[in-house]
């Protein structure tokens, strides 16, 4: 474990900002960024550099729901259905955290990362909403108002086993990587399962809290998480979810999912990198 | 027909409680970081700076699981059981995880 000076502490708030308004803005949590920082840049133990984003991760998600809860953009149902499946996944992602060679998950997270990035890319147009407002959503399904049209969006959702099994696949590996596992869940609930990226986004980061709690829960009781760095990273990280959420509102959705692409290519580089040596 | 506006306000409730307890959570262990931090920086890391850094930390990690409390609280007193199941599943994942955390720290 690094020993804990200003410059260090420094260092990691600065990019706890960073990567706080780019998760904001991109609906990730933000850990994508941080891991790896944290772990190639300032060498930290891929465990401590995991059990630091968790808790990032779940100040975003806290911070980021806290403040867009009562506009209805959160799903809330569909949110509590799969947390079931994403904090059973995170569970035992963080059981088997101790056990399984990480470098075998990376490469495995980088050939997801990379099919879902092409996705994204193929599917730029598709807006998943029912034009008629007064169209039943269903149980699951939702109604918010977009500020950027003016109009209120309803949509139905569509293949649930799909979006539950990607919700376990997203728990696991939020904890078994350190990050929310949005990166999964995001592109797959917009793409497949008929909901528009503004609420897949915020319903994401709405169940990420609950996901990363399951796995930085264990991460703190084995002691791997060190409370000076975690602090100033969540600090940094709530400024730049604050701004990125800012930000985020007056991004169009295209442009969303095409730097969600770039973004994706770039974590299955860094992954492919990692896990190689 | 006459019954379409009922889940729609519950919903809406349940997402105003939800929203009050993630605020509050944010809050205090923002303020128990920064401070704890700060003194941390400053005088090097006393005790007192330390129980703040952990009680900062333990609050961070209970926020969501206080939101899922929460919701079910809202989900039984709005009698909606299948929801009010799901979201007991996901608090008793969550205890197995802090169960896990005591058994690895054990452990050590």
Known sequence: MPLVTPSLATIIFVAGIISGSLGALLGLGGGVFLVPFLNLILGFPFTAAAAISLTTVIATSSSVSAGRAGKQLIN????????????????????????????????????????????????????????????????LGGRYYEEESGTTVTYRVKRLPLAVTASFLAGNVSSLLGIGGGIIKVPILNAWCGIPLRAAAATSAFMIGVTATAGALIYYGRGQLEPALAAVAVLGVQIGSWGGMRFGAAASSKWLKILMAIVLLIVTVMMFARGGR | ?????????????????????????????????????????????SGGARVLLQIGIVVLLTTPVARVVVSIAQYVSESDWPFATLTTIVLVELLASAVAALLFNKKL
Do not use: H, Y
């Not at chain 1, 990376?106 to 193929?122: C, D, E, N, R, S």
């Not at chain 1, 147009?125 to 007064?134: E, G, W």
């Open chain 2, 1 to 45: 027909m006459t019954a379409e506006p009922q889940p729609q306000s519950a919903s809406q409730r349940l997402e105003r409680a939800v929203g009050v307890v993630l605020r509050a959570g944010v809050t205090l262990s923002t303020v128990c970081l920064a401070v704890g931090a700060v003194w941390a920086l400053a005088a090097g890391e």
């Open chain 1, 76 to 139: 809330m149902k569909l949110g509590m259905l799969l947390e079931v499946a994403t904090a059973g996944g995170s569970f035992l992602g963080g059981v088997t955290a101790q056990f399984i060679a990480q470098s075998v998950l990376q490469k495995l997270f980088g050939i997801v990362a990379a099919l879902v990035a092409a996705i994204m890319l193929t599917r730029l147009r598709r807006r998943n909403v029912i034009l008629d407002p007064s169209a039943d959503p269903g149980v």
